[in-house]
């Protein structure tokens, strides 16, 4: 168990609080993995028989100098559609295949969405060995190149309290000057214009990350410049995507996650189902 520090809006240290949750080993080869997994990747694929829904594949007959039959004429065998057909003679043309005008494709993409699956055990894991890779200040400087030669002279990682969550922009802003000090500057997102010719193709701005603002699962808060995600909603991909994440955590954003840990947390099936089991229970009573 680990003692870490609780600051008010001010930076200033206000109590201390013991927990577990940052003394996961750090398995970058888990992480690495898991946020592959969670990468969006959108399913594509041609429409399933594309091409293919065609009277064209066995029309002909397979023997020679017959009646409605490809053999013995010079003509190429790949599947063919009639277009018109005036006693033996018929208009052809070739269909279904790759190379025939509106065919199949050649090998078309099977239309996939996620890279891999992932065990709850190792997603778990993955998640809280993130929180501890995030809490290195190493790993934080390795992150972010503009602060690699200063000295970061805050404790990672940033607990504080959740006043801190009723305040205005401005409020909030300055709050973060006094508790990140030399880390303010990479902590707030900036947009900028994008260098070069992606300027044309819909990407004209671009900005940084910032701060990771994590909240309790009953706690919001909306503001600018920098990213809140509640618990129940943390990926891993939120906390170490190319490198260690700053963050900052809010009291019952420690107390959630460490519920997590220790599985007491319970989705809305298991709520549902505990309920079932109980109405069960008092109507057994009753009769």
Known sequence: MTKLQILNIEGKKIKEITTSLFEEPIREDIIFKVVEAEKIKEPYSPKYRAGMDRSASGIQSKRRHVWKSDRGKGLSRIPRKIMWRRGTQFSWVGAIIPSAKGGRRA????????LKKINKKELK?????ALTYSSSIDEIKN???SIKDQEISIQLP?????????????DFLNSLKKILNNLYDVAVQKKA??????????????????VLL????EEDMKIKGVEVVKTSQLLVSDLA??????????????????SIK?????????????????????????W
């Open 193 to 210: 214009k994008r260098a070069g010719i992606g300027k044309m193709r819909g990407r004209k701005y671009k900005k940084n990350a910032g």
């Open 107 to 114: 090998h078309p993409p099977k239309g996939l969405g996620k």
């Open 214 to 217: 994590v909240v309790g699962k």
């Open 241 to 258: 995507n190319n490198g260690a994440r700053l963050m900052i955590f809010t009291e019952n954003a420690i107390k959630d996650l460490e």
């Open 158 to 170: 940033i607990i504080v309290e959740d006043k801190i969550l009723k305040l205005n922009t401005k």
């Open 143 to 145: 992150k972010y190149s």
């Open 262 to 286: 220790k599985g007491k947390t319970k989705t809305d099936k298991d709520n549902k189902d505990t309920d079932k089991n109980k109405q069960t229970k008092e109507n057994k009573k009753q």
């Open 125 to 129: 894991k993955a998640l809280f060995s």
